[in-house]
């Protein structure tokens, strides 16, 4: 624990640079204990966190603290370390590049910056693509505008393991923020060839891995479906719009209010598709253009939502298991179609995301890996299978968090070919009489309907903290078979998964899945990037109705728990 007073009294004697001297001295006690009382935590996610003054928020300091960290770690385990450097729309994401380009440089890893600001799967591209030691990208992904943060990749285009993270982590220990940074001026460090800008073949290389995931395999579909797409004032609308164009969907209506790159999502405060407002005006627009698909990526476009028409031509926003579950089918019966299964295919997929995804894999005889949450684990999987010389057999990974990938080219999600492919599929079924809305009952129909919920509990600040601490520990000691709370919304818990205490060879984390009576379940974590609890509610049911009201009673007695 930091002395939180004696860090500030610090910080307004050295921290001069950016907006942040005014900013310290506007601060009231309780902001200033919230923004010194720790360091921002540094893990597999990288950092996270609101923007502003202190140890405990994004800004200059705190980044270059970082990457002077990670500038160690690189230059001791590269002879000639190099970096490829992203950013998205969000406020200071360019300043914050900048800032981690300076130091990178002036400790002699080479920069590779991309000019302009660009989509997280382009930064796991080209730090293959450019053979680099390791990648940032500087965006909060998917949190509110006060948010920023700093995705870290290794040289296999993945987001750092627990043991980088944590060797990584050591070395940014050992720095004094104000001391042991060093930093090059950023303009002597371009014209000295320290920090090169990224060229646009790297792009163009991308968008071509991302047309090559096509599983059309020369079948003809008419491509001029309607196309509304949102980048949510992102970095989406460039790679998103040419992919499309270049494959022939040219039939594309932007949303206007949320085209540009805006880090202050004027139109939507959570620019995350899982939520319905950052829809709202997508789904508008749609209903205006009576267009048959809405499209919307997340800021940093790694995520993407959508919207179809249902059997009445009403529109309905697609959930990321339901969507994940569409693409693959869709992937595997043209594949199968095609003659193009890959032998030992793979789907991977997280422990949170629908279980059916499983039952339809195995039916084309793909076999499942469940990896923890983060996308980060279904990139490792694919390094796995490349190192053992077996690429080809991934097949499709995807998250219920709207994350998808279908190839190997990126070890991240890619909303990019997201967005590609669920064109292609529209346009498939569209060419075969039928739609996305009817394939999914299609799929429920014969593997059961299968109700999936996220619900999320937001516990701020230091006090929040230890709330949550708290009722983690109050699931551990109360929710089980012959305990208080042996059964959830009437449905018997009739196992719990603790992988706190690490299972099926998975890394110990702190989540508690409860297998209930008939094919239902419930998963409880902490998030990782935000201070939350998340609740996770799988319900099987014969009909829709049924499940919500099952769905609505574990809820209720979940929040008893909360409360
Ligand atoms: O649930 P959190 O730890 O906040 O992470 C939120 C999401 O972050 C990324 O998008 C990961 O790939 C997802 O797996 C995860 O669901």
């Given at each position: 624990m930091l002395l939180y007073k004696d860090e500030y009294q610090c910080w307004l004697e050295n921290a001069v640079e950016d907006d942040l001297h005014s900013l310290l001295r506007k601060m009231s006690q309780e902001e200033i204990e919230d923004a010194f009382y720790k360091n921002l935590a540094f893990g597999t996610g990288g950092l996270r966190g609101t923007i502003g003054a202190g140890t405990n928020r994004m800004n200059v300091y705190t980044v270059a603290k970082a990457s002077q960290g990670l500038a160690d770690y690189l230059v001791k385990k590269f002879s000639r370390p190099s970096v490829v450097i992203g950013f998205d729309s969000r406020?200071?994401?360019?300043?914050?590049?900048?800032?981690?380009?300076?130091?990178?440089?002036?400790?002699?890893?080479?920069?590779?910056?991309?000019?302009?600001?660009?989509p997280v799967p382009t930064v796991s591209f080209a730090v293959r693509y450019l053979s680099a030691s390791a990648g940032i990208m500087i965006t909060a992904s998917h949190?509110?505008?006060?948010?920023?943060?700093?995705?870290?990749?290794?040289?296999?285009?993945?987001?750092?393991?627990?043991?980088?993270?944590?060797?990584?982590?050591?070395?940014?220990?050992?720095?004094?923020?104000?001391?042991?940074?060093?930093?090059?001026?950023?303009?002597?460090?371009?014209?000295?060839g320290k920090i090169t800008y990224i060229s646009e073949d790297v792009l163009t290389a991308f968008i071509e891995n991302v047309k090559n995931q096509s599983v059309l395999f020369g079948e003809k579909v008419n491509r001029d479906a309607s196309i509304v797409y949102s980048p949510l004032n992102g970095t989406g609308l460039i790679p998103v719009t040419r992919t499309l164009k270049e494959m022939g969907y040219?039939?594309?209506?932007l949303v206007e209010e949320q085209r540009l790159p805006d880090g202050a999502f004027p139109t939507c405060?959570?620019?995350?598709?899982?939520?319905?407002?950052?829809?709202?005006?997508?789904?508008?627009?749609?209903?205006?253009?009576?267009?048959?698909?809405?499209?919307?990526?997340?800021?940093?476009?790694?995520?993407?939502?959508i919207a179809v028409k249902d059997d009445r031509g009403e529109y309905v926003l697609l959930s990321g298991n339901e969507t994940g579950l569409l693409l693959l089918d869709y992937i595997c019966s043209q594949r199968a179609k095609h003659h193009k299964m890959p032998d030992n295919p793979v789907m991977?997929?997280?422990?949170?995301?629908?279980?059916?995804?499983?039952?339809?894999?195995?039916?084309?005889?793909?076999?499942?890996?469940?990896?923890?949450?983060?996308?980060?684990?279904?990139?490792?999987?694919?390094?796995?299978l490349e190192q053992a010389k077996k690429t080809d057999s991934f097949v499709f990974g995807f998250e219920e968090s709207y994350g998808y990938l279908s190839?190997?080219?990126?070890?991240?999600?890619?909303?990019?070919?997201?967005?590609?492919?669920?064109c292609e599929m529209f346009s498939y079924y569209a060419a075969h009489g039928s739609s996305i809305w009817e394939k999914l009952q299609e799929l429920f129909s014969r593997y059961g309907y299968c109700l999936n919920t996220l619900h999320s509990y937001e516990f701020d600040g230091p006090a929040g903290f230890e709330k949550m601490k708290n009722i983690m520990r109050r699931f551990h000691e109360e929710a089980g078979p012959g305990k208080t709370l042996a059964s959830l919304g009437g449905k018997k818990i009739l196992k719990v998964l603790?992988?706190?205490?690490?299972?099926?060879?998975?890394?110990?984390?702190?989540?508690?899945?409860?297998?209930?009576?008939?094919?239902?379940?419930?998963?409880?974590?902490?998030?990782?990037?935000?201070?939350?609890?998340?609740?996770?509610?799988?319900?099987?049911?014969?009909?829709?109705?049924?499940?919500?009201?099952?769905?609505?009673?574990?809820?209720g007695d979940v929040e008893r728990v909360l409360r």
């Open positions: 406020i200071k994401s360019d300043v914050f590049a900048r800032t981690a380009a300076s130091v990178f440089a002036a400790n002699g890893v080479l920069t590779h910056l991309w000019p302009h600001l660009n949190n509110p505008s006060k948010y920023n943060g700093y995705k870290v990749y290794g040289e296999d285009g993945c987001q750092i393991t627990t043991k980088a993270a944590a060797e990584i982590l050591g070395e940014i220990e050992k720095l004094d923020i104000f001391i042991d940074v060093k930093r090059l001026d950023f303009d002597a460090a371009v014209s000295e040219t039939n594309i209506t405060p959570y620019p995350n598709p899982e939520i319905r407002e950052a829809m709202a005006l997508g789904l508008e627009y749609a209903r205006r253009c009576n267009a048959d698909l809405l499209l919307a990526t997340d800021p940093d476009c790694d995520r993407v939502g991977v997929k997280t422990i949170v995301t629908m279980d059916l995804a499983e039952r339809i894999a195995a039916d084309y005889g793909v076999r499942t890996v469940n990896v923890l949450t983060g996308f980060k684990y279904i990139g490792e999987q694919i390094g796995f190839g190997s080219y990126v070890r991240d999600k890619d909303a990019v070919a997201g967005a590609f492919l669920i603790d992988y706190n205490q690490g299972l099926d060879g998975l890394p110990k984390s702190d989540v508690l899945k409860y297998l209930l009576e008939d094919n239902c379940s419930a998963v409880i974590r902490p998030s990782g990037t935000e201070p939350k609890l998340k609740v996770y509610i799988s319900v099987s049911a014969k009909t829709k109705a049924e499940a919500q009201e099952v769905e609505r009673k574990v809820v």
